[in-house]
Structure formats: C-alpha cells, structure tokens
C-alpha cells in the first residue's frame, strides 16, 4: 500500500522520502458506475473487495474483480435504478470477457458502448479515483488493508452525497447527456 502523495516538502537539494514499514500485506479492489439522467440527481454506485492478505486472490482465484463481480454490479445498478441503463465502458479485459458479453447480450435493460481504447479522458469514473487520491487518501501511509477500506470508503461515500462533483467529472470528458452516441466498435 504505497502512499499517494500531493505534496510534501524537504530541504533545497535533498529529495524527500516517505518510509513505509513492512510489505503490503493486502489488496483492495474497486469498482464504480458514474449514473446519470437528465433532471435527476447524478449518483456513484461502487462495491468493493478486500482480498486474501495472504495470498491476495479472490474465491475465483483472481487479484482482481472477475465478470462474475461485475455481473452482480450490473444487478444491483439496475435495482437501485429501477430503469434501463446506458453503460459505457473501457477497454479493461474483464469487461470485455465472454461471460460478460453474453450476460449483457442476455439483458434488454442494458445497453453497453466501449470507449476506444487508451481513452481515460472519456471515462468520468477516472475522475472520480483522482478527485479520491487528491482527498482521503494523499500523504497518509495506510497501517493495513482495513485502514485503508475505512479511507476508501468515507472517501467515496463524501462523493455519492456530491453530485456536483460527479457531474463535473461527467463534463471534464466533454461528453454531455444529449450527445448522440454512435456505437464504438
């Protein structure tokens, strides 16, 4: 769990150095929708996983959310939403997995475009993790995963009750709700 920094200082001429103590010992990973609907509130729906310390895979033996984590994401979406969505996503592997493809294939309330690859400026979520390491998380070395879930999560919680922020992430990509959105292959 190396540290985020923002800033810090030393000396002229001596470069500063944050010592951490020990190894990480855990693995955190995150998963987030950015929801918009013209007229209503923006929301962030995430869920989380704490892996193994000791080996840090999941059940599925993964070091990272399987399609199956996202499948069960896309659930609870369209429940708290109560309506069809518009999901658009990046090029991570998972999301591209076969198991994924046919689940969404599956569904009538889920339609899905891909961001062209290399594309992070397209993404609101990426500024929802900067606007995280920028807040609960810069210069603070994390004592153990569970730390670290406890800044996570008061940290993404502050953004859900913003939806000003999020939408500013929605406008920093350019993309705006009445945009017609061809398909991206």
Not at 39 to 63: E, M, V
Not at 97 to 124: C, H, K, M
Request: charged content about 20%; some cysteine; overall charge positive.
């Amino acid at each position: 769990m190396t540290p985020p920094t923002s800033r810090t200082w030393s000396k002229r001429g001596h470069t500063p150095l944050i010592r951490v103590r020990g190894r990480s010992r855990g693995r955190v990973s995150v998963a987030a929708l950015c929801c918009y609907r013209p007229g209503a509130r923006s929301r962030l729906i995430y869920r989380y996983i704490l892996h193994d310390p000791h080996g840090g895979h999941t059940k599925s033996g993964r070091r990272s959310f399987s399609w199956t984590d996202y499948r069960d994401l896309l659930r609870v979406v369209h429940h708290q939403l109560g309506a069809p969505f518009v999901l658009v996503w990046d090029n991570l592997n998972t999301h591209r997995a076969a198991g994924l493809r046919d689940f969404v294939a599956e569904q009538d309330w889920i339609t899905v475009f891909q961001l062209p690859s290399y594309a992070p400026d397209l993404n609101p979520v990426e500024g929802i993790w900067s606007a995280l390491r920028r807040s609960r998380q810069a210069n603070t070395a994390f004592t153990d995963p569970d730390h670290l879930l406890r800044a996570l999560r008061q940290g993404l919680r502050q953004i859900q009750y913003r939806s000003g922020l999020i939408d500013g992430c929605l406008a920093a990509t350019g993309l705006t709700l009445t945009t017609s959105r061809p398909e991206i292959q």
